[in-house]
Each structure stands twice: as structure tokens, then as C-alpha cells.
């Protein structure tokens, strides 16, 4: 993975791949419950 990476603490994290293609690796220690809290954020994917 090439692009940006945000660690405040923690050895696991998120990966963002962001519309322009880039992506940005968020660190967590808790990295399931801020991907669920970030699904729930987002509005449903459009199918298609």
C-alpha cells in the first residue's frame, strides 16, 4: 500500500480507498468498531 497513513496509537488500523483513488490507513487499536462506526455514518452504497 502506497498513500497515507494516521497512527495516534495502536498496531492495526483501517484502510480508506477515497473516490480519487488514494488511500489512507487510519491506526486503531479498536480497528472493527470504527470501520461499523464509519459504515453507520455513511449513507447505503448504490448498487449498480
Known sequence: MS???YNVS???GVI???LN???VLVG???PQ???AAI???LPPAASG
Open 10 to 12: 495502536g498496531n492495526d
Open 39 to 41: 459504515a453507520k455514518a
Open 33 to 35: 468498531e470504527l470501520a
Open 28 to 30: 486503531t487499536q479498536r
Open 21 to 23: 483513488g488514494r488511500t
Open 3 to 5: 498513500g497515507m497513513a
Open 16 to 18: 480508506f480507498r477515497m
